[in-house]
Each structure stands twice: as C-alpha cells, then as structure tokens.
T-cell receptor, first 115, second 111 residues
Framework: DAGVIQSPRHEVTEMGQEVTLRCKPI?????LFWYRQTMMRGLELLIY????????DSGMPEDRFSAKMPNASFSTLKIQPSEPRDSAVYFCASSRPGQGNTEAFFGQGTRLTVV | SQQGEEDPQALSIQEGENATMNCSYKTSINNLQWYRQNSGRGLVHLILIRSNEREKHSGRLRVTLDTSKKSSSLLITASRAADTASYFCATDAGGNNRLAFGKGNQVVVIP
C-alpha cells in the first residue's frame, strides 16, 4: 500500500476563495482523521470518521470548515471562504484499531497558505 | 483537546549521547504512543505502550509509562544525526480510538 495520500501538497490561495483538501486513506482502515498543525496551537484534531460516518467534529473551528467522506477510500476537507488565519499544515491520518492498537498512519500533509 | 504535554520543548545534543523527553497526560488511557516528525513531513509512529505495561523497548528506543503519575518518557540511546526531528506523544483517552497529541519536543542531534 502507498500509505495515506494527500493532495495537493501545497496550496496557495487568496482570502475568500474556496479550498478543498483531499485524502485517500490506507485500504482497509476504517478510521480517518483530519488534523491541523500550526506553531502556535500544535496538532489539533478537527474531525474524524468511522466507517465513513463523522463521529466527532467538535474540533472544526468554524462553519467555514466542512468535511465529507463519501466512501471508504476518499475524504475531503473544505474551507469556504478561506482566511489568512487558516494557513497551516493539514494532515489526514487513518487507522484500523484492533486489539487496542490505535496506531495512526499519517499522510505527508497539505501546506495551505491563504494570502 | 490536546492531552499530552511534552517536556522539555527543545533539546540539542551531540551525536552518540542519549536523549530523554517526557510527556504528561490528564485522564485515564488505554495506551500511549510516540511519534516522530521530520521537517516538512507527516508523523510516523514509533512505539506504543499499553496502560498495563511499564516499559517497552524497540531498537534504540525505550519508553516508560507511569500511570500513577500520568507520565511517560521516551529515551533515544546513542543518538544519530538522523534522529533530528520533533517527537510527539499521543494518548487515546476515552476509548474512542481518537488520538490527542502533545505539542512536541524538538530534538537536534549535532554530528
């Protein structure tokens, strides 16, 4: 397996534009997580899915953020409209908890810059 | 919310020395994990220790867990320049398979 695949790797957009980040989890993993990493706040969990169903979106900062998982092999994180303070690295991770092993596999991240 | 809190935040050592970093957490856990992040990359899982374990080894890594103090330590022995990275602890409090990460320790190993 190629691991968790995120696209794009880098995104530069103007304030007010819509941004869509994409993630392909590892095949067979039934949990998918979206994290945001900044110097100030560290690694924050935004939302996670189990079997394509959103379980907890309490980390989503505002209504401008939305996430979907239409099937087991694809998820998107959308920001509309984007703002400069959304600039961060966004990570997708997947896992297949079993026998208490919750090891998460991370993608390479999308570095978002909103100008 | 973030649970793990690593200490110290930054560590600079000479190659060959040992590096130790600590992590504390607030609530009961099923397990605690350590991850490494190289600059510009995603996090990579290093080791997992379950709540009923006190110590675990993997290669040059040694992890301890003290559930009474709600703390863990990660020791990297005989450090190498390639160990330069940020190290994060993560806990799965609540048994809901979600991980909460600390803010990370930056380790620089000087050749």
């Amino acid at each position: 397996d190629a691991g968790v695949i995120q696209s794009p790797r880098h995104e530069v957009t103007e304030m007010g534009q819509e941004v869509t980040l994409r993630c392909k989890p590892i095949s067979g993993h039934d949990y998918l997580f979206w994290y945001r990493q900044t110097m100030m706040r560290g690694l924050e969990l935004l939302i996670y899915f189990n079997n394509n169903v959103p379980i907890d979106d309490s980390g989503m900062p505002e209504d401008r953020f939305s996430a979907k998982m239409p099937n087991a092999s694809f998820s998107t994180l959308k920001i509309q409209p984007s703002e400069p303070r959304d600039s961060a690295v966004y990570f997708c991770a997947s896992s297949r908890p079993g026998q208490g092993n919750t090891e998460a596999f991370f993608g390479q991240g999308t570095r978002l810059t909103v100008v | 919310s973030q649970q793990g809190e690593e200490d110290p935040q930054a560590l600079s050592i000479q190659e060959g020395e040992n590096a130790t970093m600590n992590c504390s957490y607030k609530t009961s856990i099923n397990n605690l994990q350590w991850y490494r992040q190289n600059s510009g990359r995603g996090l990579v899982h290093l080791i997992l220790i379950r709540s009923n374990e006190r110590e675990k080894h993997s290669g040059r890594l040694r992890v301890t867990l003290d559930t009474s103090k709600k703390s863990s330590s990660l020791l990297i022995t005989a450090s190498r320049a390639a160990d330069t990275a940020s190290y994060f602890c993560a806990t799965d409090a609540g048994g809901n398979n979600r991980l909460a990460f600390g803010k990370g320790n930056q380790v620089v190993v000087i050749p």
